[in-house]
């Protein structure tokens, strides 16, 4: 009994001694949080000025001109989508396919060196894939084109497909990997073909991981600043009409990179550039958010 | 038959994407490396006031240094916490959800963050110190996932052993877990620098500038990188891009080097050690 007694007392001592550790490594993982937290807050200070004095013309006006204190985000934020959207209808198949070509078909051997490259793809710096753009892609689309100038709207869509690309392969050649081999099995057994046992088996399953990397990848997309910036043109304007690929466009991230820099510190055009990357970072939260949830409903979950 | 060229024939389709994908890389690799031409050892070992990348070079070094020196400490802890004590409750979720919601943050949002909260509220200035703060923010969610990974790979058996030893919790993980994935979290680190080494957005009103008298004397002192020089000699200078080859191939190989090392190093390790897959 008192031995009992004694071994308690002992493992609570034992415990208490290791707390400080742990309390340590609370406060390293809940940085995050914390770092969050503030993000949101000092972001949205600073954007919540320009909100009060501008109003709802930060999002809809369709001018933005300094000269003449006129904030209208409309055509960055048109400009941001219209990029965006012209990289993922490039990336989504070529992404998609590539995963499932990586997961299924490829045989073992091959599969690390082409993982591996694909990764590769994923580390070059936004900086390289604008050179790459400037110095590369837009002289080839101009004179393709016949354009006086290839820094366009289709331009920076291409250069920013090559950056999502990765990001999509990447998480959905996991899910589709990670789906358990007695499904595969099970349904090669039987007599589907391999095809029917990917069409009918393998993509059901991983349909939400494959669609939760789409949305991270739209995140990656939209949040990306000097690649863009460097190939789109950056023309403060709606083009017209509004499905021109072939015009100069500005896009969020690129006006606060362009203009914070010259901003006087404290002035409306300061406050105006921190609404707009106040409204990139809850556009951004909420997609990487959904494509959290997705990914944890599942039925087949990434390794990582 | 019929249905097995079919089949054939669709996978081969399949494979196209991929080709392209492997294709826009080597591309890429090509073009970058048409300015080799405009490099020699004299052009990294002098001073950008003469036309040469020496401060870029050592720069940009800095500043990985430190945030790597800022993020890695803190992300192997997180991460110890996350797989060895975190209760499986709310707060752990919320945790985990908040590492994958900074890790998705835009970098120019970083760097608006860095720019009203380091260099204005903590008085830090346009300065390194700044820009190892900004770019240990971006690296903390990759350290993280990186280094959790290796720590679930190593046997429970490790720690258990240690435990039946008498050791504290504590150090049964310091002394047996950590070291066994030792390998796995330098690579996450690694893997972190070459995802911040030609970082632009966060670093451009954080902590650089395109011309200054030498390297930076105080952590208080802004400094010139590779990624910042070509982003303004384009951009802002309308520089032609011919003039910035050499600097985008160098910093190319920086990243694709830390890039490569940080896989082959993860490659090597997965093999070696018999208890990882």
Known sequence: MKREKMKTISSYFVRLKSQPIEIVLFICASFSIVLLFLMLIFVAKEGAFAFSTIGTDLLFGQTWDIKSHKYGGFPMLYGSFMVTSGSLLISIPLGVCTAIFIAEVLPFSLKDPVKSIIELLASIPSVIYGFIGVIFLAPMISSFFGLPNGEIALTASLILALMTIPTIVGISAEIIGSVPKDYKEAALALGATKWQTIRDVVLPLSKSGILASIMLGFGRAIGETVAVLMVAGNVAKVPTPPWNYLASVYTIPGVIAMQMGEAPFGSLEQGALFGLGLILFIITFIVNTLADVIVKKAPVKGGA | ?277
Not at chain 2, 73 to 98: F, N
Not at chain 2, 123 to 149: C, D
Request: proline share 5%.
């Open chain 2, 1 to 277: 038959m019929k249905n097995r060229t079919k089949e054939r024939l669709l996978f081969t389709a399949l494979g196209i994407p991929t080709v392209i994908c492997l294709i826009a890389f080597f591309w890429i690799v090509y073009i970058l490396s048409m300015g080799i031409g405009t490099l020699n050892w004299k052009i990294l070992t002098t001073s950008v006031l003469q036309g040469g990348m020496f401060e870029m070079i050592v720069g940009t070094m800095y500043l990985l240094l430190g945030a790597a020196g800022i993020s890695g400490p803190i992300g192997v802890l997180a991460a110890v916490y996350l797989v060895e004590y975190a209760p499986s409750g709310k707060l752990t979720r919320i945790i985990d959800q908040a590492i994958n919601n900074l890790a998705g943050v835009p970098s120019i949002v970083i760097g608006l963050f860095g720019y009203t909260f380091f260099c204005t509220q903590l008085g830090l200035g346009i300065s390194l110190a700044a820009g190892w703060l900004t770019l240990a923010l971006m690296m903390l969610p990759i350290v993280i996932r990186g280094s959790e990974e290796a720590i679930k790979m190593v046997p429970v058996s490790f720690k258990e052993a240690a435990l039946a030893l008498g050791t504290t919790k504590w150090k049964a993980i310091s002394s047996t877990t950590l070291p066994a994935a030792a390998p796995g979290v330098v690579t996450s680190v690694i893997l972190g620098i070459a995802r911040v080494a030609g970082e632009t957005a966060a670093i451009l009103f954080t902590s650089c500038v395109l011309i200054t008298r030498g390297l930076p004397k105080s952590p208080l002192d802004p400094v010139m990188t590779l990624s910042y020089n070509i982003f303004v000699k384009i951009v802002a200078l309308g520089a032609p891009p011919e003039d910035v080859f050499g600097t985008a191939l160098v910093l190319f190989l920086i990243v694709a080097s830390l890039a490569l090392s940080a896989i082959i190093l993860r490659t090597h390790y997965r093999r070696k050690q018999p208890w990882l897959r």
